[in-house]
């Protein structure tokens, strides 16, 4: 049995991203995260409701960060990059469950 380390779980994620299902998964996570993207773009706008000036620092600072992580997450997503899987698993639960749970 071989033993897991970090390159060979990457050279795993890189041949699963080539499988025709694995490939319309990640699209389909793309695109929702595409969505994630624009809804942060509508907060920055103000469409949304609330005046994004009249939020807290703290939500602003997250809306640019989010907004950022759901664009190149989505981007490295579609293009089927092995390190995207990082890169999603480490932002949800880095700017998503850390934030919504323990820094409450």
């Known amino acids: ?23 319309i998964y990640t ?5 929702a995260l595409l ?3 624009t809804v942060h773009v509508g907060n920055i706008l103000g469409l949304t409701g609330t005046p994004w000036t009249d939020t ?6 997250l809306d640019i960060i989010l907004l950022i992580f ?8 579609w293009r089927g ?5 990082w890169l999603l698993f ?3 639960l880095l700017l998503q469950i850390l934030p919504y749970t323990l820094l409450r």
């Open 56 to 61: 807290l620092l703290l939500w602003r600072s």
């Open 27 to 31: 699209k389909i996570i793309a695109i």
């Open 70 to 77: 759901d664009l190149v997450a989505a981007i490295a997503l």
């Open 81 to 85: 990059l092995a390190w995207s899987i």
């Open 1 to 23: 049995m071989q033993k897991m380390n970090f390159t060979s779980t990457h050279k795993y994620l890189l041949s699963a991203l080539q499988q025709p299902w694995t490939a």
């Open 90 to 92: 480490g932002g949800i």
């Open 35 to 37: 969505y994630g993207a």
